[in-house]
């Protein structure tokens, strides 16, 4: 089984960058994911990490270290559209279950002016 | 985005109802899932469909029953539910390999589902 962990609120400045954790217990391990979700809508996918070290994509970068069982997402000069839940979601390594992905509860960012 | 879409966007239906949701993609893909987000809950894994085969099911009861005709067509059928059910269903799809980002998961909009 998988426990995913991220913080529930988070708050930042426009143009400020904000980091968002996610930790996780797992048997199997498989990939990381990062999705982005507005509100009413549906999740979008940001980022993917299976190696340690860090992806970066534009504004936003995704850092795994598996032995820490550790993730984070960094968000660079903030605009006010990325006022959304952040998800992270672990991939499991089972045999039936490799397809599945194990979700966290979301942190959901505010920024502000 | 409109790779994958589903059918309503919303749904209001008493427990004795019997209702169906729709999910189709364009993408090419050969998995279909069906996902349950309840308000401040993770997402919760229901069903997947990998080659028209359902691979998994996840424990849901059998009020919620899933049908995959094709690739592209995921059905959820519902019927005789509960007011807890009420719930964003999420439909989502992915090119089903063994590992790497090929394997992503893209979401359909969903259906905001409320049982009276």
């Known amino acids: 089984g998988q426990n995913i962990d991220q913080p529930t609120e988070m708050t930042a400045t426009e143009g400020a960058i904000v980091q968002i954790n996610c930790t996780y217990q797992t048997s199997g391990f498989n990939g990381l994911f990062w999705y982005q979700q507005h509100a009413g809508e549906a999740p979008t996918f940001l980022s993917y990490?299976?190696?340690?070290g860090l992806e970066e994509k534009g504004r936003f970068s995704s850092f795994l270290s598996r032995s820490k069982g550790y993730s984070y997402l960094l968000l660079k000069e903030l605009q006010m559209k990325d006022s959304a839940s952040y998800l992270c979601?672990?991939?499991?390594?089972?045999?039936?279950?490799?397809?599945?992905?194990?979700f966290g509860s979301g942190t959901r960012l505010q920024v502000q002016p | 985005e409109t790779g994958v879409t589903q059918t309503p966007r919303h749904l209001v239906m008493g427990m004795t109802n019997k209702k169906s949701l729709k999910c189709e993609q364009h993408l090419g893909h050969n998995a279909m899932y069906w996902y349950k987000q309840s308000a401040k809950k993770p997402l919760e894994l229901m069903f997947v469909y990998s080659l028209e085969e359902r691979v998994e099911n996840n424990s849901v009861p059998s009020r919620f029953s899933p049908e995959c005709p094709n690739s592209s067509h995921l059905f959820l059928h519902l019927h005789t539910l509960q007011p807890e059910d009420s719930a964003l269903y999420l439909c989502?799809?992915?090119?089903?390999?063994?590992?790497?980002?090929?394997?992503?998961?893209?979401f359909g909009p969903g259906t905001r589902l409320t049982v009276l």
């Open positions: 979601a672990v991939r499991d390594r089972g045999d039936t279950g490799r397809r599945a992905l194990t």
């Open positions: 990490n299976v190696l340690d």
């Open positions: 989502a799809s992915s090119q089903d390999r063994l590992a790497g980002v090929e394997d992503t998961q893209y």
